[in-house]
């Protein structure tokens, strides 16, 4: 078999849909010299599976690491942002303050508003994942890597997981500037200048 130039490395047979794919494995090999194999589709299939399965762990785990980083400067980001929320509506959670308004229900309106923002913003972050996802997947078939051409696989755990991430770390990083703001005395609604204790 390979002792010209043009030589082959695989050859791919192809039977009929009633065949028996074992016997024809079988038939083949006692054709083959020594040292060459003869393998079915589903026995390629698996050892590629596993190859790309290896080839890809590198690249999940640094999508790991780069999603909890990511959801690490978005916990900031979000404490930041309302942080100065809270302290652009001084005057206004004072006014609820002074209406009657407890500390719990200037709380709760603040934490309501970080689960809105949750929400959205999970909603966003998953469109764009799939965005991402498709673009991969193009990507891949760019440099030859076949990924079955199944499409993309999106399981409700997966909307789940996002959306309790989304409105769960939200919650919590919104959770000290609502604090904040329930601590806001009443009186300064009355005032120009207020420092949040």
């Known amino acids: 078999l390979l002792d010209g130039e043009d030589v082959f490395n695989s050859i791919a047979v192809t039977a009929d849909d009633a065949a028996d794919v074992a016997e024809v494995r079988d038939r083949i090999v006692q054709t083959l010299p020594a040292g060459v194999e003869a393998r079915t589709g589903a026995e390629v299939a698996e050892e590629s599976q596993d190859a790309i399965e290896q080839a890809l762990g590198f690249f999940n785990t640094f999508l790991l690491v780069f999603a909890a980083v990511a959801l690490f400067v978005g916990i900031f980001l979000i404490l ?7 302290a652009q ?4 959670m004072a ?3 002074a209406l009657g308004a407890g500390r719990r229900q200037v709380t709760r309106s603040v934490l309501v508003e970080a689960a809105a923002v949750g929400l959205v913003g999970s909603t966003i972050g998953l469109l764009l994942g799939l965005g991402v996802a498709q673009l991969l997947t193009l990507a891949f078939a760019l440099f030859g890597l076949d990924l079955g051409g199944a499409g993309l696989v999106l399981r409700p755990r997966t909307v789940l997981v996002a959306y309790a991430v989304g409105i769960v770390v939200t919650l919590v ?3 000290v500037p609502a604090r904040r703001a329930a601590r806001v005395p009443p009186v300064a609604g009355m005032r120009d200048d207020v420092v949040i204790p």
């Open 95 to 97: 006014l609820f303050r």
């Open 89 to 92: 509506r001084t005057q206004e």
């Open 173 to 175: 990083a919104a959770y």
């Open 80 to 86: 930041n942002t309302f942080s100065i929320l809270v």
